[in-house]
């Protein structure tokens, strides 16, 4: 079975950094989408960063972008998030989701991830 682990939440002042991880386990694809997903309470879950694992383009939402850096290492089926100048607005739940074996993640939306991580917590205060 695939399985998505975070891992890297916390709690930090508004302006501070947290680097997030997510593990993959279960394939051995290297040529996926990747993405990190955010739901804060009340709110829907939203897209933060997409990165096609086997060229390593990326695609950022506005919110985020020269804020937030969307990373992997295919040796090691991981994912990383580096969250800069964090705001209190970027409190939320942050998950890692999955399509496998897509070659670019132009043209997929949220239903297209079908493999989720548990979520980890980030506070900005």
């Known amino acids: 079975d695939v399985q998505l682990v975070e891992s890297g939440g916390g709690s930090v002042q508004a302006g501070g950094s947290l680097r997030l991880s997510c593990t993959a386990s279960?394939?051995?694809?290297?040529?996926?989408?990747m993405a990190w997903f955010r739901q804060a309470p009340g709110k829907e879950r939203e897209r933060v960063a997409r990165?096609?694992?086997?060229?390593?383009?990326?695609y950022d939402a506005d919110s985020v972008k020269g804020r937030f850096t969307v990373s992997r290492d295919n040796a090691k089926k991981a994912l990383y998030l580096q969250m800069t100048n964090l705001k209190p607005e970027d409190t939320a739940t942050y998950y890692c989701?999955?399509?496998?074996?897509?070659?670019?993640?132009?043209?997929?939306?949220?239903?297209?991830?079908?493999?989720w991580g548990q979520g980890t917590q980030v506070t900005v205060s």
């Open positions: 279960g394939y051995t694809y290297n040529r996926n989408c």
């Open positions: 990165i096609a694992t086997g060229s390593g383009n990326t």
């Open positions: 989701a999955a399509v496998l074996k897509s070659g670019s993640c132009g043209g997929i939306y949220m239903r297209d991830f079908l493999h």
